[in-house]
């Protein structure tokens, strides 16, 4: 794949700016920035635009270069030209979700009532939430209905809120390695991440804005620990092995004598350059929260009632954090819904992190869903 | 079922596969169980314009009918038809798929229950070659559309026509058309399920509905 990142646009917008956005923890929210970014052009009856959900720790640069790190986009390899999310074809949108740390409004940025960064006087937010600044957002581009929305991870969760809250501002949606609620497994790690943000003295309760030490090592250990749960055994093993970093022998110490300990501690470092602790709290807590089942009494299958979009469900063999068995509870509820839903799961070593690497079943698959959608959508060629 | 493998027994296949689309009204909705890679819904959509879904055991089988822009999830038919919520399509099609079931009297009242219509395809177990190949040579029967040795078979539960509408007696439900297929791909004139039919009909196709409905 190409790595020269194609055309892009990055915008911002000031949303609920008349009429403050109500949150699901029962506050409102008034006038929020919103960073977001677009390639390829809306057509004339804007019906060709996907809304592109990033998962915890992305970001609206899906397929631009990332402005702290010089890195290509996270999904560079699936959106531009001839690309799975053709941007000949499409207008393709991606915005930092409410609470992140990329140009949309959270925690480390100015509360209007005090004059100073939000920290943790900052809403607790909700995937449902995110979603409806995002349905701002659309409501904003004056797109009516969104030709597809697509995700992996928490980007799945917000595919699933979008198809359940605006079935009817949703053509198709594309749900990857996600699950309709947070598991107790997944839960915990996230508990683990927070714990070790908070556990690190230079959080001071997130008010840590004007000083100039950060969390730094707290939030690089919640990384690694999450990272974990990104890959699989099986990669793990593959990539590393037990095979030493820089040296011949173990050296009878605690320097990172594995190569698997010093990529996770690069991982770790590299992390905290970009993100903020006290947005990784607040998002994580969001992921927590989901659960479209209780939303709805306890079955699923009323989130999509009556829903005319067309679904698309990617699993992926080896993903652990949320397994092929979670991505199936979304389907069967949408198959007692009676929606029109395809499911694949595609079968790989590279655990819950192949829908953000070259995959190319889940390529053929999501081209082949949007071709289809497209087709029944009237989109020509 | 396994699509990939059975690619090469299509010429026979296909014939059952017209039929099939002959007995479905355009525009319907139809549920394909063991869809394989899709090459049955896709002729329905194609000529009959439904609104077609599809349940398929292979992964492999899924992702290509997928990729062809199909709505097709991965599933069993012993343990997932239950999803499907009651009514929910005007034919629910078994196309050769029955014997590789763990239950198929379950499974038949399960399409019954999903569709309006079962469209059910087997091979017939009582075909005079499928009788003689065990008669004279005594070994399980090989023929062009049962084409597995006895061991690695999926098809774990052979009948004959008459076990079939048998079965359809027991459970309850009419047989609103049925074809049967001689080896050569004609359809027999004298399909009344009889000794005849049983001997020299090589594959069935039933339309079903449940009695009284």
Known sequence: MSISPPHNDTHNVILAKETPMPLDCGTTIGAFNMAYCTYGELNAEKSNAILVCHALTGDQYAASRQPVTGKDGWWNMMIGPGKVLDTDKYFVVCSNVLGGCMGTTGPRDIDPATGKPYGLNFPIITIGDMVRAQALLQDYLEIES???????????????????????????????????????????????????????????????????????????????????????????????????????????????????????????????????????????????????????????????????????????????????????????????????????????????????????????????????????????? | MNGIENATGRRDIRVDWQLIADMVEPGSRVLDVGCDDGQLLAHLKEAKNVDGRGLELSQQGVNICVANGLSVVQGNADTDLVYYPDGSFDYAILSKTLQATHQPHVVLQQLLRIGKRAIVSFPNFGYWRCRSYLAFRGRMPMTNSLDFPWYETPNIHFCTLRDFTALCDELGLKIEQSVILAASGKIMTRSDYGMYANLFGSDCIFMLSKAGA
Not at chain 1, 233 to 257: I, M, P, S, V
Not at chain 1, 335 to 356: P, Q, R, Y
């Open chain 1, 146 to 381: 969104w030709f597809c929305v697509i995700g992996g991870s928490m980007g799945g969760m917000q595919t699933l809120q979008w198809a359940s809250a605006y079935p009817e501002r949703v053509f198709s949606a594309i749900p990857i390695a996600c699950a309709a609620r947070h598991s107790a497994q997944n839960i915990a790690f996230h508990e683990v991440g927070r714990q070790a943000v908070m556990a690190d003295p230079s959080w001071q309760g997130g008010d840590y804005y004007a000083s100039d030490a950060k969390p730094r090592a707290g939030l690089a250990v919640a990384r690694m620990a999450a990272h974990v749960t990104y890959l699989s055994e099986a990669a793990l093993h593959r990539k590393f092995g037990r095979n030493l970093q820089d040296r011949e022998n173990l050296t009878y110490g605690f320097d990172a004598d594995f190569q698997v300990e010093s990529y996770l501690r690069y991982q770790g470092i590299n992390f905290v350059d970009r993100f903020d602790a006290n947005s990784y709290l607040y998002i994580t807590r969001a992921m927590d929260y989901f659960d479209l089942v209780e939303d709805h009494g306890g079955t699923l299958a009323k989130a999509f009632e009556g829903s005319n979009t067309r679904f698309c469900s990617v699993s992926f063999s080896s993903d652990w954090l949320f397994p092929t068995s979670e991505n199936r509870k979304i389907v069967h509820a949408l198959i007692a819904a009676a929606a029109n839903v395809s499911f694949v799961e595609v079968e790989t070593d590279k655990g819950h992190d192949a829908f953000l690497l070259e995959t190319p079943e889940m390529f053929k698959t999501i081209q082949g869903f949007l071709q289809s959608s497209a087709k029944s959508r009237g989109l020509g060629e």
